[in-house]
């Protein structure tokens, strides 16, 4: 049971690792506790697998360190991801702001990683639990594991975040990095929904399944995209986005007419008899959710009755809305852990750890996390192939 590679987590940057490493000539063994090969992958994108993001840049990465991820986005593009798939004849399109997705769904990414760690002589254990791991005395290192023991010269830990624990996240990954002395930066539940106070909630949860077109924006970070107002909150993209940027007391603000100037708009019907609810269908806005959004700001009645001074509140609020959520929906929700191996740690390079030869983190295990939109995976195939090159 010696090999010179063992992989731990068959998810999205274990099987990139294993298949790089394979094709080197490294007799390499891919472990997973789960039954099920790639869980992730498998219910990513709606089933479809936004598998990378053509504009993937390091600026589009949360890290302690911003430009730690640099060196594996170069080192493995989008581009050497597409250019997989185009190998394999394998369709895929493009939603919307460079993401990427295929159109056999996720089962075909997942059925072409398994491909390719078979072509490079891959052995892949899955429903394998892993009790301990040690070095060896003279380099390498030492599992126990519940099909016996096992040793390799690399090993590398892909057992990813704590987002989705029910199908199969652990805290692994951080727990082996402490072990070896490695810090761990804080964890935080990241493109998750955000959820309303008792108040907000009251007035918003009727409305639930409302999507607007809005700006979010939380401290310097805003994004363009749809908010939806769901029973706890809200969510959608434009929310997951910002999630990421959010703690706890932060405020979230809302710009509700992000192509309008609204108080233009709000001064061409000066003299109108249009209600003002009614008025804001122009802008997508469902009747109920004017309503309600209008009687909690303090505004009703004609579009004519707005007095100059109550036009700007109304244009300053339907721009600015200040929401205080007072938190997130959790691991059970979050589509990935924000924090993790801390890349003080690691070389950029090669994603070993500088102070333990031998031992690489890949994937989500380690603190650097994507943006919503494909950025995630694009992560994984990065930081898999680097280290799958020097394990
Ligand atoms: C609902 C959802 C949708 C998503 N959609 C997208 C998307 O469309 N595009 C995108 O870019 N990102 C998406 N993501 C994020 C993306 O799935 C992850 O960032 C990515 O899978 C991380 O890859 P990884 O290999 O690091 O970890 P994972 O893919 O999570 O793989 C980790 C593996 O390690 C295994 N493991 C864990 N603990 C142990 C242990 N103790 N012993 C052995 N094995 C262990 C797990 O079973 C798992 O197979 C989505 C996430 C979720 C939850």
Not at 259 to 264: F, G, K, L, N, Q
Not at 358 to 367: C, K, P, Y
Request: net charge neutral; with cysteine.
């Amino acid at each position: 049971m010696q090999f010179d590679v063992i992989i731990i987590g068959a998810g999205a940057a274990g099987l990139m690792c294993a298949a790089t490493a394979g094709r080197r000539g490294r007799k390499t063994l891919l472990l997973d506790h789960a039954a099920k090969l790639a869980e992730k992958i498998r219910i990513s994108g709606g089933g479809r697998c936004n598998f990378t993001n053509v504009n993937a840049r390091f600026d589009c990465y949360l890290s302690d360190n911003p430009h730690f991820c640099r060196s594996a986005l170069a080192q493995y593009t989008p581009q050497d991801f597409i250019d997989l798939l185009d190998r394999h004849g394998i369709g895929y399109h493009e939603k919307k702001l460079g993401q990427l997705f295929c159109d056999e769904g996720s089962e075909r990414i997942i059925a072409m990683l398994a491909e390719e760690c078979e072509a490079a002589g891959v052995e892949r254990r899955m429903g394998v639990a892993i009790s301990s791991v040690a070095s060896r005395e003279g380099g390498g290192f030492a599992l126990e594991a519940s099909v016996g023991g096992l040793a390799c010269e690399s090993l590398v830990i892909a057992t990813g975040g704590l987002s989705i624990p029910q199908i199969g996240a652990t805290p692994f990954g951080y727990q082996v990095a402490e072990q070896f002395g490695l810090p761990v930066t804080r964890l935080s539940p990241a493109l998750v929904p955000l959820t309303f106070h008792v108040e907000d909630a009251e007035t918003f949860a009727p409305l639930a399944g409302v999507s607007l077109d809005v700006e979010a924006r939380v401290g310097k970070a805003r994004f363009r995209e749809n908010v939806l107002f769901t029973h706890k909150g809200v969510s959608g993209p434009a929310i997951l986005q910002v999630s990421s940027y959010w703690e706890p007391g932060m405020e979230l603000t809302l710009d509700l007419l992000p192509a309008t100037d609204a108080e233009a708009w709000l001064e061409e019907r000066a003299g109108s008899e249009q209600l003002i609810a009614n008025a804001m269908a122009e802008h997508g806005w469902p009747k109920r959710f004017a309503e309600a959004w209008l009687e909690r700001q303090g505004f009703a009645g004609r579009l004519k009755d707005l007095v100059p001074k109550r036009r700007k509140q109304l244009a300053e609020s339907l721009h600015n809305w200040r929401i205080k959520p007072n938190g997130t929906q959790g691991y059970k929700k979050a589509e990935v852990t924000r924090g993790g191996v801390s890349t003080k740690a690691l070389s950029s390079k090669t994603m070993m750890a500088n102070e333990a030869p031998g031992l690489f983190f890949i994937g989500e295990v380690v603190d650097v996390t994507g943006w919503l939109g494909g950025y995630n995976f694009q992560w994984a195939w990065s930081s898999g192939h680097v280290a799958g090159m020097n394990c």
